[in-house]
């Protein structure tokens, strides 16, 4: 069926995900460390209770000026609303498939599992240190690597000492996992 003959609300469910974040893969959990799940939920919450009541009383009021094909407030109003409908539901789809796991379980351990900061070296002997996070809350800028991109399945489950060999697009490159740490467990 053509693009021209379905209704807005059928391509709703289409562009669900945001294009900034990746699909999470097939059969696998969406595990998140304690502050990255708090970080998603505080964004839903203020998506809900702030911007979209906000959003909502700007287009009520645009549409009672009048003639709404020439309303710059109420077709904005109206496309910022889809933007935080489309934002809200992938959230909660995010949220609800959430796991939250608890990297300080691990604190002391030599073994790298999910929330481990590895500092690992290359041939060159040239040292890089990673976090190994959720697929929501990763920042490569901050050193911080989602759990399935390629470096941190080559360093899931091993310690330090080992030595591996990472597959990158230029080639196998061998590391050294020099070391492996975790955050202290919060204070009870």
Do not use: C
């Not at 209704?7 to 097939?26: H, I, N, T, V, Y």
């Not at 696998?28 to 998506?47: D, H, K, S, V």
């Not at 909502?56 to 009021?61: G, K, M, P, Q, Y």
């Not at 351990?109 to 190994?132: H, L, M, P």
């Amino acid at each position: 069926m053509s693009k021209a003959f379905t209704k807005e609300s059928d391509q709703d469910g289409e562009d669900d995900d945001s294009p900034s974040l990746p699909a999470l893969p097939q059969g696998t959990r969406n595990y998140m460390t304690p502050a990255g799940y708090a970080r998603l939920r505080a964004e839903f919450m203020q998506l809900l209770d702030v911007e979209r009541p906000k959003i909502v009383e700007i287009v009520s009021w645009a549409a009672k000026n009048g003639d709404r094909s020439e309303n710059g407030d109420y077709l904005y109003g109206k496309k910022r609303l889809r933007e935080i409908d489309r934002r809200l539901r992938f959230l909660t789809k995010r949220l609800d498939i959430a796991e939250v796991v608890d990297p300080s379980a691990h604190h002391g351990s030599d073994q790298i599992f999910f929330g481990a900061t590895v500092t690992y070296a290359n041939a060159k002997g040239e040292e890089r240190t990673i976090t190994i996070k959720g697929i929501d809350e990763s920042d490569s800028l901050a050193g911080e690597v989602s759990w399935v991109s390629p470096i941190a399945r080559t360093l899931l489950k091993t310690r330090e000492g080992d030595e591996l060999q990472l597959v990158t697009p230029v080639g196998v490159e061998p590391i050294e996992v020099v070391e492996v740490r975790y955050p202290k467990p919060a204070a009870d």
